[in-house]
């Protein structure tokens, strides 16, 4: 069964001479959250293939760039700032403090909580992912000018911030 689906003017189809050999993917492409999911998925894999040597996935980055940004960071901070349950953040704190790029320092108001830190060796792998994943996006986005990957950005940001 064929549906007809109204698209909006100029919106891309997939036909017998698209690179999916011939699977329409028009419905698709007109839906916001599968065209993000794909971009999603290509920045991944950008991410994962420019630092796999660094041993850093995209959570870990986020951890030691906000800890590098942040000195002193709680875990719940972090929990709350990338969304993710506090299990889930232990494992991730623990393993980048064995690898010697974390270091927990009692917070100075908060007698109950830690503070986490950028050891040397932390500050030094974040400098080295911070300038790699910028490089990463900047090839990654070529085909978008340095205005419209802002405008990329503030929309982006408009949703999952709303």
Same mark, same amino acid.
Request: hydrophobic share 40%; proline share 7%.
């Given at each position: ?11 891309? #189809? ?13 419905? #698709? ?10 971009? +999603? #998925? ?13 041993? &850093?996935?995209?959570?870990?980055? +986020?951890? &030691? ?23 889930? &953040?232990?494992? &991730?704190? +623990?393993? #980048? ?47 978008? +000018? ?17």
């Amino acid at each position: 069964m064929t549906r007809a689906v109204a698209m909006p003017e100029g919106a891309p #189809l997939g036909g017998p001479t698209g690179p999916n050999g011939g699977v329409r993917t028009d419905f #698709l492409h007109g839906l916001l959250g599968y065209n993000a999911r794909r971009t +999603s #998925l290509h920045l991944v894999a950008c991410f994962v293939r420019d630092l796999a040597d660094l041993q &850093l996935k995209p959570v870990g980055f +986020s951890v &030691l760039c906000l800890v590098g940004h942040n000195p002193g960071i709680t875990s719940r901070q972090l929990c709350q700032t990338l969304d993710i349950q506090a299990p889930n &953040l232990v494992g &991730l704190v +623990s393993a #980048l403090t064995e690898r010697g790029c974390l270091q927990r320092q009692p917070h100075p108001t908060d007698g109950r909580a830690w503070g986490l830190h950028l050891t040397p060796a932390g500050e030094s792998l974040l400098a080295q992912a911070e300038t790699r994943i910028l490089a990463s996006e900047q090839q990654a986005c070529a085909g978008l +000018s340095p205005a419209e990957q802002a405008t990329l950005q503030q929309l982006l940001q408009k949703i999952y911030l709303a």
